[in-house]
């Protein structure tokens, strides 16, 4: 079973588009990440919600729009997308707590958004 | 504000070297560390991290590293790289407790030849 899966893999639109890139988590766990990953392969957090509380909100435009339905689902939302929108998106989870395997994130394969 | 500092951007090895990513990162507290790795077309998986206690940590696939707090570092070490080994690495800094935020290096590519 996947652990973190995210949908779709491959996401090609035009500039002006809005798109939805969706995560799914079955690990049980209570925290979800989106991460940006840009040509040079730097990452970069972008959002955390923790039990469908934003929590980790860095500077990105507010063009992105995270949404937790409910703790095992966390969607990112794209208005007006722009050149520089093109990266791989991932998704991650974890469970906080005391144990050592706290924080420890899980991540999902990435989709892939080329805006042209 | 916390940063990690990966200097070895891309490293070319034959099989059987031996391998040695450096890492360092700037936090005056209790730091979490973890190195993750992105084999091609992949997504990142956990190779190994440090909490606590002994600083010598071992990962999965031959891997380890070593936290030397004196020198805010956690290198990432193989005695004799495989093919396979061939991937993205990056290490990663959770600073402090109570914080749920990771901050990546930029990450070194290895390249291994046979």
């Known amino acids: 079973d996947t652990a973190v899966s995210q949908t779709p893999k491959y996401l090609v639109t035009q500039m002006g588009n809005d798109k939805s890139i969706k995560c799914e988590q079955n690990l049980g766990h209570d925290t979800m990440y989106w991460y940006k990953q840009d040509s040079k392969k730097f990452l970069k957090i972008m959002f955390s919600y923790n039990n469908k509380e934003l929590i980790i909100n860095e500077t990105v435009p507010n063009r992105f729009s995270p949404k937790s339905p409910d703790k095992a689902h966390l969607n990112l939302h794209i208005n007006s997308l722009e050149l520089g929108d093109s990266a791989v998106y991932f998704c991650?989870?974890?469970?906080?707590?005391?144990?050592?395997?706290?924080?420890?994130?899980?991540f999902g394969p990435g989709t892939r958004l080329t805006v042209t | 504000a916390q940063s990690v500092s990966q200097h070895n951007h891309h490293v070319i090895l034959s099989e059987a070297a031996s391998l040695e990513l450096g890492c360092n990162y700037s936090?005056?507290?209790?730091?979490?560390l973890f190195w993750y790795v992105q084999y091609p077309g992949q997504h990142l998986q956990l190779l190994l991290k440090y909490f606590s206690g002994d600083p010598l940590v071992k990962g999965i696939k031959g891997f380890e590293a070593e936290f030397i707090k004196s020198k805010f570092s956690f290198n990432l070490r193989k005695p004799s790289v495989q093919w396979s080994d061939t991937a993205e690495y990056f290490c990663a800094v959770r600073g402090g407790y109570n914080t749920d935020k990771l901050i990546f290096g930029t990450g070194t590519r290895l390249q291994v030849f046979p």
């Open positions: 991650a989870s974890s469970q906080r707590g005391d144990s050592l395997s706290s924080y420890e994130q899980y």
């Open positions: 936090y005056g507290g209790t730091v979490n």
